[in-house]
């Protein structure tokens, strides 16, 4: 018999983890930008950072708009791997945007380097992850 | 040279009869023999239309030079009219005046391989600072140029700064310091971080350095200091120098003076001035830019880089 999860609940788990990463990314670089931390070349900082957050975070954010009681899957069920799956690669994705944004320079690539070289991982592992995350924010469950 | 109706003859041979040496008329109608050994001489004159012409007997004495005059008089017959004047007096062996000394005209570099021009007047610079005239002249070792330079090289020397050039700059002489990075308030940066022209990783010792790494830009500051030695005052030019142009000055110049400069008297009229060029990298993303003005005076500089304490001053 497969091991199931409550979909409701995993929902809220999942975006408990993504609302909190993005809150805390958006505020290191909100701090980082009145730090001086990317001069004047802020812009390309965010336009690094929102495109990596922005899809993933609307899709979850449209859901609990569009259902803020998660009424319509009160009881439906859904995989318990599917969901360790979806939570494991957003954690990975998203410990990883955060150590980009804050460890720049730290590292021998100077910040906005390291972002850039960060998206042709982050690019892909972002899609494989919206994909996962968009199981349980379109799926209808069992 | 002229033709009687008083055009020249470029292209005409000259010859010193028995000897191998000649050369032809330039376009000016002009022509220079140099190097003629003392003695009595004729010339010949070849020239294409016209029978060739041999001057008279020409005394040449040693460091004599002779204006010879060629002129074409009427029915053929050529006139010369030779001209002694006397060469230039042989070089001094008292230490010379800088009229003296110099082997080049005052406002233009001995040659292009003799020693390099400093750009003149200087660039834009990011501070100076004027070393008291008073304070160099107290010093009694001070006599002439070179002793000047090896005192500002012996305080560069204990300061660190290891690779110097010099250049040439009107009356006097310019000694450019190898680029260093510094902190923003001026001091050297320690270790080999001071030579460097990358801004360094931040070190993490403490919580607040963790913070200001993760949060705070890692700027670079990067400092040449040109110690400009001349009588004449100057102000800067308009033009901004880039920290890797600044840095080639480095490569440019001569590692020692040369004596023609070195031998000039230091007198009351020179001064010492500290040109300051500072660079800031406001992030590692960023170029370095020139700073106009610097953060700090041109004595702050000195003070931090501990160049004044070296110089006695």
Known sequence: MISTVNVSSARNRLAGLWFLVSGILFIVLFIQTLGGYYGDRVQEAWGWLLPLLLPTLSLIIGVFVADPLNKVLESARTSRFVYRLALCLSS?????????????????????DLMKVSSLGLGPLGGLVTAAVGIFFVKKGK | MVTQNGESLAGANVVVVGTTLGTTIDVSGRFVIRNVPAGTYQIRITIIGYRPAISPDIRVRAGQAIELEVRFADEGQVEFIPRPREMAKPPPTSPPTWEEARPFPVDKPPSVNDIPRFPWPPPKTSAQAVIAAEALQARQDLRILADVAKALMAAMDSCGYGEK?????????????????????????????????????????????????????????????????????????????????????????????????????????????????????????????????????????????????????
């Not at chain 1, 804050?102 to 690539?109: E, F």
């Not at chain 2, 940066?189 to 010792?205: H, L, N, Q, Y």
């Not at chain 2, 913070?211 to 800067?236: D, H, K, M």
């Not at chain 2, 400069?261 to 170029?287: D, K, M, R, W």
Request: charged letters at 15%.
């Open chain 1, 92 to 112: 990975v994705y998203l410990l990883a945007l955060l150590v980009v944004a804050l460890v720049g320079q730290l590292t021998k690539l100077a910040p906005l």
């Open chain 2, 165 to 313: 050039k010099y250049y040439w700059i009107p009356k006097g002489f310019a000694l450019v310091s190898r680029i260093e990075q510094i902190q923003a308030d001026g001091s050297p940066k320690p270790g080999k971080d001071r030579w460097s022209i990358e801004v360094a990783t931040p070190r993490i010792f403490s919580l607040p350095s963790l913070l200001e790494a993760l949060f705070t830009a890692n700027a670079g500051y990067y400092r040449i200091v040109v110690f400009a030695v001349t009588p004449q005052s100057f102000a800067e030019s308009d033009s901004v120098v880039s920290r890797e142009d600044a840095m080639k000055w480095l490569h440019g110049g001569m590692q020692s003076l040369p004596p023609s400069i070195g031998n000039i008297p230091f007198t009351s009229e020179y001064t010492c001035t500290a040109l300051i060029y500072e660079f800031e990298q406001v992030t590692p993303n960023h170029a370095p830019r020139f700073m106009d003005p610097s953060n700090l005076t041109g004595q702050m500089h000195l003070e931090k880089s501990q160049l004044r304490k070296a110089l006695g001053l």
